[in-house]
């Protein structure tokens, strides 16, 4: 029996046509199931696709069988070169792609705009000379010579297809997309599973590309989660927010990464990097990498973008790093100086944390990071020699900035002096000795902060 596997979007049809209700699996003995990326195509008189006839059960498996028999042509060579090096596999060039008037008819007939069975690939016309569909088929080309067996369901005509939400088809419509945008390996082989007893080449189900979905990725940004903060926080400028899947290079334009990654942007932004905006010296370097450097994301005020790692950073989610830079844009908004530069970076993110990711998030955050309530005797020495007595740094801070500070400085600490005068951090914390209402606590870690930065450095 024919085994047919789809690509993302499909619907997968399942009833056997032969008396016993055979199901396939493993060493059955039968051919492959068939992948297929289902079209849009309405049949019609004149549309050249035998209308309903060719969609009835009874004619799909010798439609298929008679597709299968036409001429083919190995990948085409500029695309297989790259497809090989994505996927790792040499053996990339077995594939053979049929898209005759007879191969565009068997996948109009089962609803497809691209289909992939064992080693043959056959291309509706809409699916000729698109990327991230041959992409797509070529990924379950190369699970298929890998030997890595998909299940699928019968159609009703003895062929077997795989349903659109099974792994295999999502991993396909990420690598299509993927390969698309530019990435250098393909992400079902970075995250690849290992096959087992299952190894050797098999032809497995039909996969078809459907098209009814748009790439799945490795997650959408959450567009709810973005509107709502937008709303909380009273922001009135464009929300730009692009999220960086695994394995796309620093030097991709944003408007290749797959649909999904970014939000907001203008065509202009679109044309930008993470290698630009980051001032990255390598651009093969992958994209992820240089925002992990930043902890996993960012607000670049000069683009008025946010940047996030789609595997999130120091056990934050990816929902909590956007809501955290949204403060940062919503700081920005409001006119204060976001740059990090220093000590200063301790009176932005404190502002941004006590005023606006705590309204977003319902929390009451107040610490930004544990070493906030230590400071190393580095610093103290050097504080030492710049003539700062750290016994007390919320005091300490508060008198360094009316002193050495700009205006910028001053308005991020009265900002969040006027924030600590709420009641809500009457409540002490602590025991014994270092029992001490919850204002005190924070100026301390802000103080520390600061000065932590501002003299992590030995004098020179």
């Given at each position: 029996?024919?085994?047919?596997?789809?690509?993302a979007?499909n619907?997968a049809?399942?009833?056997?046509?032969?008396a016993?209700?055979?199901?396939?699996?493993?060493?059955?003995g039968?051919?492959a199931p068939?992948?297929?990326?289902?079209?849009?195509?309405?049949h019609g008189p004149g549309?050249?696709h035998?209308?309903?006839l060719?969609?009835?059960p009874?004619?799909q498996?010798?439609?298929?069988?008679?597709?299968?028999a036409?001429?083919?042509?190995?990948l085409?060579?500029?695309?297989l070169?790259?497809?090989?090096?994505?996927?790792?596999?040499?053996?990339?060039?077995e594939?053979?792609?049929?898209?005759?008037p007879?191969?565009?008819?068997?996948?109009?007939?089962l609803?497809?705009q691209?289909?992939?069975?064992?080693?043959?690939?056959?291309?509706g016309?809409s699916?000729?000379?698109?990327?991230?569909?041959?992409a797509?088929?070529?990924?379950h080309?190369d699970?298929?010579l890998?030997?890595?067996?998909?299940?699928?369901?019968?159609?009703?005509?003895?062929?077997?297809?795989?349903?659109?939400?099974?792994?295999s088809?999502?991993?396909?419509?990420?690598?299509g997309a993927?390969?698309?945008?530019?990435?250098?390996?393909a992400?079902?082989?970075?995250a690849q599973?290992?096959?087992?007893?299952?190894g050797g080449?098999?032809d497995?189900?039909v996969?078809?590309?459907?098209g009814a979905?748009k790439?799945v990725?490795?997650?959408?940004?959450?567009?709810?989660?973005i509107?709502s903060?937008t709303e909380?926080l009273?922001?009135t400028?464009?929300?730009?927010?692009?999220?960086?899947?695994?394995g796309?290079?620093?030097?991709?334009?944003?408007?290749?990464?797959?649909d999904?990654?970014?939000?907001?942007?203008?065509a202009?932004?679109?044309?930008l990097?993470?290698?630009?905006?980051?001032g990255w010296?390598?651009?093969s370097?992958?994209?992820s990498?240089v925002?992990?450097?930043?902890?996993?994301?960012g607000?670049?005020?000069q683009?008025?973008?946010?940047?996030t790692?789609?595997?999130?950073?120091?056990?934050?989610?990816?929902?909590?790093?956007i809501?955290?830079?949204?403060?940062?844009?919503?700081?920005?908004?409001?006119?204060?100086?976001?740059?990090?530069?220093?000590?200063r970076?301790a009176?932005?993110?404190?502002?941004?944390?006590l005023v606006?990711?705590n309204?977003?998030?319902?929390q009451?955050?107040?610490?930004?990071t544990?070493?906030?309530?230590?400071i190393?005797?580095?610093?103290?020495?050097?504080?030492?020699?710049?003539?700062?007595?750290?016994?007390?740094?919320w005091t300490?801070?508060?008198n360094?900035?009316?002193?050495?500070?700009?205006?910028?400085?001053q308005r991020?600490l009265?900002?969040i002096?006027?924030?600590?005068?709420?009641?809500?951090?009457?409540e002490?914390?602590?025991?014994?000795f270092?029992?001490?209402?919850?204002?005190?606590k924070i100026?301390?870690?802000?103080g520390?902060m600061y000065?932590?930065?501002?003299?992590?450095?030995?004098a020179?």
């Amino acid at each position: 029996m024919l085994d047919l596997q789809h690509a993302a979007g499909n619907a997968a049809v399942a009833r056997t046509v032969e008396a016993g209700r055979h199901r396939h699996g493993p060493g059955c003995g039968h051919p492959a199931p068939v992948q297929r990326e289902a079209a849009r195509h309405e049949h019609g008189p004149g549309c050249g696709h035998g209308a309903a006839l060719d969609t009835a059960p009874e004619n799909q498996r010798g439609l298929l069988e008679a597709a299968k028999a036409t001429p083919s042509s190995p990948l085409p060579g500029a695309f297989l070169s790259q497809a090989k090096a994505f996927y790792r596999n040499d053996r990339l060039s077995e594939g053979r792609v049929h898209d005759n008037p007879t191969a565009q008819r068997a996948t109009a007939a089962l609803g497809a705009q691209a289909m992939t069975v064992g080693k043959d690939i056959f291309l509706g016309p809409s699916a000729v000379g698109n990327t991230r569909i041959l992409a797509h088929e070529a990924s379950h080309l190369d699970k298929n010579l890998r030997g890595v067996r998909e299940t699928g369901n019968d159609n009703g005509a003895g062929v077997t297809v795989t349903d659109p939400g099974q792994d295999s088809e999502r991993a396909a419509e990420t690598d299509g997309a993927a390969f698309e945008a530019g990435a250098s390996t393909a992400p079902s082989v970075v995250a690849q599973r290992a096959v087992g007893a299952h190894g050797g080449e098999r032809d497995g189900a039909v996969q078809r590309s459907t098209g009814a979905t748009k790439a799945v990725v490795q997650r959408a940004l959450d567009t709810a989660l973005i509107a709502s903060a937008t709303e909380t926080l009273g922001i009135t400028r464009a929300v730009k927010i692009v999220e960086v899947p695994p394995g796309v290079r620093a030097d991709v334009p944003f408007g290749k990464y797959p649909d999904g990654c970014v939000v907001g942007l203008s065509a202009a932004d679109k044309e930008l990097t993470v290698q630009q905006v980051n001032g990255w010296h390598d651009g093969s370097t992958p994209a992820s990498e240089v925002v992990a450097q930043a902890g996993g994301g960012g607000y670049l005020a000069q683009y008025g973008i946010i940047l996030t790692n789609s595997v999130a950073e120091g056990g934050y989610t990816v929902a909590q790093t956007i809501q955290h830079e949204m403060g940062h844009l919503k700081q920005h908004q409001d006119g204060f100086d976001v740059n990090m530069a220093g000590g200063r970076r301790a009176l932005v993110e404190y502002h941004n944390i006590l005023v606006n990711e705590n309204a977003l998030t319902g929390q009451l955050r107040t610490e930004y990071t544990s070493a906030d309530n230590t400071i190393p005797s580095a610093v103290r020495a050097r504080a030492t020699q710049e003539g700062v007595n750290l016994a007390n740094p919320w005091t300490a801070l508060v008198n360094y900035v009316r002193t050495s500070g700009d205006a910028g400085q001053q308005r991020l600490l009265d900002a969040i002096t006027a924030e600590l005068g709420n009641s809500k951090y009457d409540e002490e914390e602590g025991r014994g000795f270092a029992k001490k209402p919850r204002r005190a606590k924070i100026q301390e870690r802000v103080g520390r902060m600061y000065f932590n930065a501002l003299f992590a450095q030995p004098a020179s």
